[in-house]
């Protein structure tokens, strides 16, 4: 029998690894997840979506791999 428990987001209920992951140690359901974090395009890392760049990378790669215009920002 899978483990359940309740998502930390929306307070569903989740079958850990079926349709929840614990992410930063908290569950969240499928769908929270998705809304919630984001795979960093250079890493590969999960990461909550409010600490990414432009919803696409982290900010440790935005900082050792991309620049910004001096002129345009």
Avoid at 4 to 29: D, H, L, M, P, R
Wanted: net charge negative; aromatic share 8%.
């Amino acid at each position: 029998m899978k483990e359940t428990t309740k998502c930390s987001v929306c307070g569903g209920e989740i079958k850990i690894g079926e349709t929840g992951t614990e992410f930063q140690g908290e569950y969240y359901c499928n769908h929270c997840l998705a809304e919630k974090t984001i795979v960093c395009e250079c890493c590969n890392n999960r990461i909550l979506r409010d600490n990414s760049i432009d919803d696409r990378v982290c900010h440790d790669c935005y900082v050792d791999y991309y620049c910004r215009c001096q002129e345009c920002g």
